[in-house]
């Protein structure tokens, strides 16, 4: 939604923005771009080999800084390289489609690789810890509310059973336990939602949106704008009810009174971009 970025960022010579989730560098080498000759722009990511990915792209620019940063120290890690109040901040959430096409990186149920999904491999629980540790009534919770499955019990069940026979390592593993469970229909594979569920859990993806969300809110200028892509429901009602809340209690405004899609257009050209929904929120005086 690169069109809807830098309508609501609104990027201008001089200022300083903040893109909380670099990646591969695609919406900060837009923001550059609309910024002309002056600005700065801090990239960051949580990911230390998509941040090397963004350094290659962006590195010869000036006016870029990078740190390697969890949402939740994004305030602290802005302060430390001069970007303590800022005009933006731009938050494009969820796993990126380098690490899911990185096999390695245990993020894809089609890979053959260890059961992984740690966005920042220096530190946490793998997904293997989890699904072979965890207690059958714990999986079955975790894969219902951060996968919103409905069939997260017999999922469970059948994980339970596979890892008491021997330990589930690799992601095409824990995919064949869960076909096997719940069966295969329509074109969507069945272990989909219980592998986000696992990624968001390892990666205390909505804890750190919480946590980021604040951090965000707390570095802008009075007239400076958060936007936040999402790209499920949970990320989304999250996003929703913090700028109505920021709304409502006066220190935000809200210029999205509904998320935004991407066009029918983008969607046919970009068909990761489907699911994904923009919203904006200015800091108030």
């Known amino acids: 939604m690169s069109r809807e970025v830098l309508e609501y960022m609104r990027p201008e010579q001089g200022e300083a923005y903040v893109d909380a989730t670099v990646g591969p560098g695609g919406h900060s080498e837009l923001l550059l771009e609309a910024m002309a000759k002056g600005g700065r722009l801090l990239c960051i990511d949580r990911d230390a080999q998509v941040l090397e990915l963004a350094k290659k792209r962006l590195g010869h620019d000036s006016r870029c800084s990078f740190a390697h940063a969890a949402f939740a120290d994004m305030a602290h890690a802005a302060s430390d390289a001069g970007f303590a109040k800022v005009q933006g901040v731009l938050m494009d959430l969820g796993v990126s489609m380098l690490q899911l096409k990185t096999d390695e990186r245990g993020f894809s149920f089609m890979s053959d690789a260890n059961l992984d999904m740690r966005m920042d491999p220096s530190t946490g629980v793998t997904a293997e810890d989890v699904v072979n540790s965890w207690p059958e009534r714990e999986l079955a919770d975790m894969i219902y509310t951060f996968g919103e499955e409905h069939?997260?019990?017999?999922?469970?069940?059948?994980?339970?059973?596979?890892?008491?026979?021997?330990?589930?390592?690799?992601?095409?593993?824990?995919?064949?336990?869960?076909?096997?469970?719940?069966?295969?229909?329509?074109?969507?594979?069945?272990?989909?939602?219980?592998?986000?569920?696992?990624?968001?859990?390892?990666?205390?993806?909505?804890?750190?949106?919480?946590?980021?969300?604040?951090?965000?809110?707390?570095?802008?200028y009075q007239g400076g704008r958060l936007v936040v892509i999402t790209y499920h429901s949970l990320e989304d009602r999250a996003v929703k009810h913090f700028m109505k809340d920021r709304a409502k209690e006066g220190s935000m405004k809200l210029l999205t009174k509904k998320a935004l899609k991407p066009t029918r257009e983008e969607v046919l050209t970009n068909p990761s971009a489907r699911s994904a929904k923009l919203r904006c929120a200015e800091a108030a005086a």
């Open 151 to 220: 069939r997260s019990r017999r999922i469970a069940s059948s994980i339970v059973r596979a890892r008491a026979k021997s330990r589930i390592q690799t992601c095409r593993q824990l995919a064949d336990v869960i076909e096997k469970a719940v069966g295969r229909s329509g074109r969507t594979h069945p272990a989909t939602r219980t592998f986000q569920a696992i990624r968001i859990e390892v990666n205390d993806e909505m804890g750190q949106l919480t946590r980021g969300l604040e951090a965000a809110s707390g570095m802008l």
